[in-house]
């Protein structure tokens, strides 16, 4: 068992809020000066820059998780992770007949740039991300577990789209093991108010939109990573965020 630094909730130049620096291989330069072992690429409603991001990931000696930032149906963020780099782009093709398309005003929002591993842009999103999906909170979970990916409620600490200030309760009914926060800081008080959050699993990540922002070592999991490999240290993360250990 090892220390396992991290950072699972981490946006690249594809969101709209995001800064057209936090390219694939940017994001992970950045997680290695940071110190950090696993990092995810969650962008909203897409996983388009992932490969990129595995790729970059790779030369830079760190494990890389595929996921998104899902916008619900009530403006909520939920985090989606995927063990399976296959099965994160299999939910965002299936994603894509889910979404409000808007276009994208990139005067206002940014430029949703695709990259490849070089970090060249190979396309852009013409519709915006960060609209809401027709997928509910209730729904989210179980829907992301049909790609074999997790799925839980992201920054309940924060006003803007955390499930706590849209809905004024962690609803007990939700089935999901983990719950993010940015600032472990306010979980105690967190605790106090909604008690089902003394059950659930804390992740806590940065929700970066800039390189700055990038999470330094501080949170880990405690991980078996013997015989080591990449694949071996994510499978056993997604046990941890499944509720298996």
């Known amino acids: 068992m090892n220390r396992y630094y991290y950072d699972l909730h981490i946006h690249s130049c594809l969101s709209p809020c995001a800064d057209n620096d936090n390219t694939p291989n940017n994001i992970a330069g950045m997680a290695v000066l ?4 696993i990092v995810a690429l969650t962008d ?3 996983c388009k820059n992932c490969p ?3 790729a970059a990931a790779k030369k830079q000696g760190i494990v890389p998780v595929a996921g998104m930032e899902l916008t619900t149906s009530e403006d909520i963020h939920a985090v989606c992770l995927f063990e399976e780099l296959d099965d994160a782009m299999a939910f965002d093709g299936y994603l894509q007949n889910r979404r409000t398309l808007i276009p994208n005003r990139t005067d206002i929002f940014g430029d949703q740039l695709i990259m490849d591993e070089n970090d060249e842009v190979t396309g852009t ?3 915006f991300l960060s609209n809401a999906t027709d997928i509910s909170i209730e729904e989210a979970p179980s829907v992301v577990r049909e790609y074999r990916g997790v799925c839980y409620p ?3 600490d924060r006003e803007a789209n955390g499930i706590i200030a849209a809905l004024g309760v962690f609803p007990e009914t939700l089935d999901c093991v983990c719950a993010e926060v940015r600032d472990i800081e306010k979980l105690p008080e967190l605790r106090e108010r909604f008690p089902v959050l003394k059950e659930k699993r804390i992740v806590v990540s940065s929700d970066a939109h800039y390189l700055w922002d990038i999470r330094d070592k501080s949170a880990y999991f405690e991980l078996d ?3 080591y490999s990449g694949a ?3 499978h056993e993360l997604f046990r941890i965020l499944r509720g298996d250990l």
């Not at 940071?34 to 072992?37: A, P, R, S």
């Open 34 to 37: 940071n110190g950090l072992n």
């Open 44 to 46: 909203h409603n897409s």
């Open 52 to 54: 990129a991001f595995f």
């Open 125 to 127: 999103e013409l519709h």
């Open 154 to 156: 992201a920054h309940i």
């Open 225 to 227: 990573d013997e015989p």
């Open 232 to 234: 071996k240290i994510r």
